[in-house]
Nanobody
């Protein structure tokens, strides 16, 4: 019954912005550390950003200064604000929820950065 549903992906031009959303259900949201990952064909899934409950966010070097992760516990939502997008950011972006001994994944949302 636990479900993570990503939305907000799409096609954007280089230098543009996009905000991804992840809606969580079926779990006590604030118990979980939340994260965004991304994956492109031929590459392993890459950690993009994390945000524990009540803790500081952390980012991959490739997105520092451009992406911002946030969470709204009252609505069980996680967001990824993506600015100054580059073609290299093109990937399927996945929402992840993790706590001791359990982990959940969304199905992903496609982000394509192209002229």
């Amino acid at each position: 019954q636990v479900q993570l549903v990503e939305s907000g992906g799409g096609l954007v031009q280089p230098g543009g912005s996009l905000r991804l959303s992840c809606a969580a259900s079926g779990m006590f949201f604030r118990y979980f550390d939340m994260a965004w990952y991304r994956q492109t064909p031929g590459k392993q899934r890459e950690l993009v950003a994390t945000i524990p409950n009540g803790g500081a966010a952390n980012y991959a070097d490739s997105v520092k200064g451009r992406f911002t992760i946030s969470r709204a516990n009252a609505n069980s939502m996680v967001y990824l604000q993506m600015n100054s997008l580059k073609p290299e950011d093109t990937a399927v972006y996945f929402c992840n929820a993790r706590r001791t001994y359990v982990e959940y994944w969304g199905q992903g949302t496609q982000v394509t950065v192209s002229s």
